[in-house]
Every structure is written in structure tokens, then in C-alpha cells.
């Protein structure tokens, strides 16, 4: 059982007031930007203006160790967070993005935590992460991009793809093949590469659906001291499975959020819409399309506290975060889709935040491992346990 706090409940009602204040009023300007083929992204203007208003409410740093700044709260009230942020298709989080920061928490050396952790954790640098290839996406242990050791440094060749904010980064996680005959059996490693560092070069930007964007990236030679591995040598599988869970609880959130949005647009707009002398909100197909969205949002949310529950207690919750990913996913594309028809050819402009949040939840399928891995991951454990 999980009981949320009073101070999580009014956390939560101030994050509320911070979307309904600050970020619905800016979804004109994305879905604009959207319609024109831009990035649906905040311009800096925005988005400094934001972290102001972010630093002057509390709401920063929020899973931050408090020797590291910041308010070290627990899973189970940063869902309640996630979920009103997802409420929204302006794209913001707060500061700092939780899945590298937590990476960085259980592998970063004091002189690491010193260059990289504190200024990351105060908002004042941005991070990215590569670890999918050409080759090796949904399965990051075919991995080919390979770290070979000369003196004191390491000299990184590879290719990487799909990578989110590397454009912009200050600091950049590599995970690189240092055994190949272990792999990720104790054969990768992370490794802390530096904006501007020679041999990393950012080969593309490729436009994605929702108006994102990622990038490709190449290694060429590019030669990092020692004292930029990341955690121990070859031990870099576990902490990035754990940035990938942290993801994974955050998506379940964020669905949620998402769900929500599009149902109560649904509902709004079925009980204004005459249709043949009848409303939409007495036609037994849209009345269904509600039950079915509200009763799989009750589910999808006592999923996501449960795991958020277990891992406050240290508990491994991969297996729920792989059926949270799955579940929550689906059901948002569903829901969303409904409204999207309940609101006819309405449902189907860019004029509506319908359309950008049916593209950003069909990439929520495929990014942070397909749905048909995690299936099978789900699968094999369970038939491995029945043996």
C-alpha cells in the first residue's frame, strides 16, 4: 500500500499550477513551430525564463542528494510530478534530467562529482548520453564502438545514433566496448567526454516525429585521459540500466499525464458535440472509449506507484519497469487516438495538442528499449523462473 504525503500532495499541486500557469499557455507557440516543420521545442528566451520562475518556486533539483543542493526527494512524490508535466505537450522538466544524474550518483569518483555532478545537478550544464548504434539499437549489447587503451588515455572509435541534446551538451556518457570477448558481461564501459574534445565530431541531425530531433555521432580517435572512465573499467552495463529504469518509471508518468490530457479533452468535447439530434456523450462507442481510458488509467497508476514504492525501498523493479513501459506506452496511444476521432477532422489538425502528443507517444515506443524487448524480458524471466 502507498499513502502520499501532505507535503508530496502540495508539492504536487504547486507543479500543477506551475503547467497550468506557465506551460499551457506556451503550447500555441510549440504546436506553431510544430505545424512549420521546426523543433516543437522552448526557444532559450522561454525556457530561461522558466528555470527563473523554477529556481524561485523550489521546483529544481528536485532528486538531488541534499549534499549536492538539492531536495532528495523520494520516487513516489516525483511521480506525481511527471504525471503533471505530461499533462502538457509543452516539452519541459525540470532540472536536471533525472536518468544521467542518477547515472552519474552511482558511479562518479569525488573528482567527478566535484566537475560534473554539482554544476549538473545546479541546472548549469546539460548532458547527453550514447549508447545506441547503426547496429545495436534495441540491444545495446551488440555494441561495436570500442575504447582501446594507450598510456594514460583511452582512444574511443565508433559510431553512435539517435542521441537527444548532444548539440547542446556540455559533457557527453559514452559507452564503449573495452573487452570485446566479455561485452556487456563485463566488457563496456562509460566514459566522460568532454563538449569539443578532438575525434568527436556530430555527424547529423535527424528530424524525428513530434518535432524532435536526435543526432549521429562519430568517434574518430578520440583520445580521453583516464581519469574520464566513468564507474570501474568494464562495469558500465549496471549503471546505465539504471538511468534506463529511472526512464522507464518517468515514461510511465508521463503517459499518464498524456492519458489524462486527451480524456478530459474527450469528455469536454463529447458532452458540447451534437451529432443526428444526439450528443457524443450519449453514443455507447464514446461512452466505452471513457471507461475503457479511465479504467486502464487507475491500473497504469497503481503500477507506476507501486515501482515507484519498491525502488524508494532499494528494491530491483526492472521487470516493472519493462511492464510500466510496455502498458503505460500502448495505453496512451489508444486513449490519445480515441480522442483524436471522438474530435473528427478537429482531431486530426495541428491545431490541437492532439496530433503532437499522438507523434511523441508513438516514439515512446520505440525509444528506451521497443515494447516487443521488453516483452521478451518480461517472457524470459518468467519462463526462466518456472524451470
Not at 512524490?77 to 532540472?95: D, M, S, W
Not at 492519458?259 to 451534437?274: I, P
Amino acid at each position: 500500500m502507498y499513502k502520499v504525503s501532505d507535503e508530496h500532495r502540495m508539492l504536487r499541486d504547486l507543479v500543477k499550477k506551475f503547467v497550468t500557469n506557465e506551460l499551457v499557455p506556451l503550447e500555441k507557440n510549440i504546436l506553431d513551430r510544430f505545424a512549420a516543420g521546426q523543433p516543437a521545442a522552448l526557444s532559450d528566451e522561454e525556457n530561461g525564463r522558466l528555470f527563473k520562475q523554477c529556481k524561485e518556486l523550489g521546483l529544481w533539483a528536485l532528486d538531488v542528494p541534499e549534499e549536492a543542493g538539492g531536495a532528495n526527494l523520494p520516487n513516489v512524490a516525483l511521480v506525481g510530478v511527471n504525471e503533471e508535466l505530461g499533462y502538457t505537450c509543452v516539452p519541459f522538466t525540470f532540472p536536471p534530467d533525472s536518468p544521467n544524474l542518477h547515472m552519474l550518483l552511482a558511479t562518479a569518483n569525488p573528482e567527478q562529482r566535484r566537475k560534473y555532478l554539482e554544476p549538473y545537478a545546479a541546472g548549469e550544464t546539460v548532458s547527453a548520453i550514447a549508447i545506441s548504434e547503426p547496429g545495436a539499437g534495441g540491444d545495446p549489447a551488440g555494441m561495436k564502438t570500442k575504447a582501446v587503451k594507450e598510456g594514460d588515455h583511452w582512444v574511443i572509435n565508433g559510431r553512435k545514433i539517435w542521441i537527444s541534446r548532444i548539440a547542446k551538451a556540455d559533457f557527453t556518457i559514452v559507452m564503449a566496448v573495452t573487452d570485446p570477448n566479455l561485452g556487456s558481461r563485463g566488457g563496456i564501459t562509460a566514459f566522460l567526454v568532454d563538449k569539443g574534445t578532438p575525434g568527436l565530431v556530430v555527424a547529423r541531425a535527424i528530424p524525428m516525429l513530434a518535432g524532435q530531433r536526435t543526432y549521429e555521432v562519430v568517434f574518430e580517435d578520440c583520445r580521453v585521459h583516464e581519469s574520464q572512465v566513468l564507474g570501474r573499467i568494464g562495469a558500465g552495463f549496471a549503471p546505465m540500466q539504471l538511468r534506463l529504469t529511472v526512464r522507464r518509471l518517468q515514461m510511465g508518468a508521463w503517459c499518464i499525464g498524456m492519458t489524462q490530457r486527451a480524456l478530459d479533452m474527450l469528455c469536454s468535447h463529447a458532452n458540447q458535440r451534437v451529432t443526428f439530434g444526439q450528443k457524443l456523450a450519449d453514443r455507447q462507442a464514446i461512452q466505452w472509449w471513457v471507461a475503457d481510458a479511465a479504467t486502464k488509467l487507475h491500473a497504469c497508476r497503481l503500477m507506476v506507484m507501486d515501482a515507484a514504492v519498491k525502488q524508494d525501498e532499494g528494491r530491483d523493479v526492472r521487470m516493472e519497469a519493462s511492464m510500466i513501459k510496455v502498458f503505460a506506452t500502448e495505453m496512451a496511444t489508444e486513449v490519445i487516438d480515441h480522442a483524436q476521432q471522438a474530435f473528427g477532422a478537429m482531431g486530426v489538425t495541428q491545431e490541437l495538442p492532439l496530433a503532437l502528443m499522438a507523434q511523441k507517444v508513438r516514439t515512446m515506443r520505440v525509444y528506451e528499449g521497443p515494447s516487443e524487448v521488453h516483452r521478451m524480458v518480461i517472457a524470459r524471466r518468467l519462463l526462466g523462473a518456472a524451470h
